[in-house]
């Protein structure tokens, strides 16, 4: 039988750190990402893919910002702001896959959808912004900001005197068209969805769906989908071929098989880094505890070596 897997793409897999990001840049590196899924293709599996927005909805923070100070063009909301980084990175995806499609002489449907993701309201995230947005500014700038428009402001790590807007980032409790989703990819077609973790909404007393300023981690909710479709595998594709214990250390140490009991102990250990594997690893293990049958996180240009990345299972397979 086929098998159903969600490929979450990571930052790198569009923009790499050392790049400024040009249409010609992003659409050169989603082209490579896009090669190594044609092993999964060849080999029979039908595809969800999501991707993440982080540099390119944060540009779209600041043209905002620039737009404002210069033009007085009003200025859009976080929600909108993800939705147009949905758009547009779909857009860019669909196109270079039907392109790496043609190629290789597949042929295959490829459909972007802008998706939105209920959260709760009342989620404790809401009581405590900490994810960082859009540009830096100086405390005096932040100070108006916060008075003029009621922005939260938190001073960045590596700086005394800089300051970045910080909004919720909550928990992804469902994904909008799920089935939709579900009956298009298991009738052959490579669907693209929840784009940087989905536009947040929730319903209000009414039923109607309202919206709010927040992010939602893209591997969450990539891993939530994934588990709604019955999926039978989800990838976290990032820059690192392997999970390692201890990553930088001296007693780093590779981790290729993953059990969930010995996961969840290396999470209790401290073991992986919270400000990147850690998030994954968890997100992983969502995935596992629904039902699904291995979660993998790899780079993408290992995908066509069979003994790629590291597996989490709910037990060890060799």
């Not at 809401?126 to 500014?137: A, H």
């Not at 994934?226 to 071929?241: G, H, Q, W």
């Not at 969930?260 to 999470?267: E, P, R, V």
């Amino acid at each position: 039988m086929k098998k159903l897997a969600v490929i979450a793409l990571g930052g790198n897999a569009l923009l790499r750190g050392d790049e400024i990001g040009t249409i010609v840049q992003q659409e050169s590196n989603t082209t490579d990402t896009l090669e190594s899924l044609v092993y999964l293709i060849k080999e029979g599996y039908d595809l969800v893919i999501t991707h993440g927005n982080g540099p390119q909805v944060g540009n779209i923070l600041m043209r905002n910002d620039a737009g404002e100070q210069m033009y007085n063009i009003a200025q859009m909301p976080v929600n909108v702001c993800v939705a147009d980084s949905q758009g547009g990175i779909g857009f860019m995806i669909e196109r270079m896959l039907r392109n790496v499609l043609n190629k290789h002489g597949i042929k295959k449907n490829v459909i972007s959808m802008i998706s939105m993701v209920t959260v709760n309201p009342k989620d404790k995230a809401f009581e405590n912004p900490s994810k960082r947005i859009g540009k830096t500014y100086t405390q005096e700038e932040a100070d108006k900001l916060n008075k003029e428009k009621g922005w939260i402001f938190k001073n960045t790590p590596k700086t005394d005197n800089g300051w970045r807007r910080v909004v919720p980032s909550p928990e992804p409790i469902d994904i909008f068209n799920k089935k939709i989703i579900q009956d298009l990819v298991k009738a052959g077609n490579i669907i693209i969805a929840a784009g940087g973790g989905g536009i947040p909404v929730y319903f209000d007393e009414n039923n109607d769906v309202r919206t709010v300023d927040a992010v939602i981690d893209k591997d969450m909710s990539s891993s939530l989908l994934a588990s709604e479709i019955n999926a039978d595998e989800f990838y976290i594709l990032t820059d690192v071929p392997f999970i390692y214990k201890d990553y930088g250390k001296e007693t780093q140490e590779k981790l290729e098989f993953l059990n969930y009991a010995d996961t969840i102990k290396y999470l209790n250990e401290s073991t992986f880094g919270e400000g990147n594997m850690a998030p994954k690893i968890r997100a992983c293990l969502k995935f596992i505890e629904k039902g699904g049958e291995k979660s993998i996180i790899t780079e993408a240009k290992k995908l066509e070596d069979r003994s790629y990345g590291s597996k989490i299972t709910m037990n060890y397979e060799n």
